[in-house]
């Protein structure tokens, strides 16, 4: 037996559904990087790593705000209808998924950047925002 097949195909309805599902809660560095490049960017990107982490190194045009600060009150300058996309160090992270599950509980639509800052910067060498904390020896 097909260690693949073992569980059957989703019909092709319910996989619609999910696949579709899936891309409404989330989006990748391509994507992003491609709106920001034509200035079609109509949401805000959250780095939502710690404040040192954001300092040391960040995608262009995101704003930090740590996971562990969002809440209704940090929240209450951003119109409800901001739509932001969440990103964190990468796959073995969950802080992203974390921001959005808080921004979707207080009503803001998000979507989470799969890869984080890891594909983005690492791997697709997206531009990014770099500070000199100390010097290296």
């Known amino acids: ?7 059957p195909s989703a019909h092709a309805e319910q996989a619609f559904q999910y696949f579709t599902t899936k891309l409404g809660c989330e989006t990748d560095c391509s994507d992003v990087y491609a709106d920001i490049k034509t200035g079609n960017h109509p949401f805000v990107l959250l780095d939502v790593r710690s404040k040192e982490a954001y300092d040391k190194s960040h995608a262009i045009k995101a704003v930090n705000f740590p996971h562990n600060e969002l809440n209704a009150e940090s929240l209450a300058n951003y119109p409800k209808d901001t739509q932001f996309v ?27 950047m799969i890869g984080g800052i890891h594909y983005w910067e690492d791997f697709e060498r997206y531009p990014v925002v770099r500070h000199q904390i100390s010097a290296q020896t």
Do not use: D, I
């Open 1 to 7: 037996m097909s260690n693949v097949l073992l569980y």
């Open 86 to 112: 969440v990103y964190c160090w990468g796959p073995g992270c969950n802080g992203a998924t974390k921001a959005a599950m808080k921004l979707a509980a207080l009503g803001f639509a998000v979507k989470e």
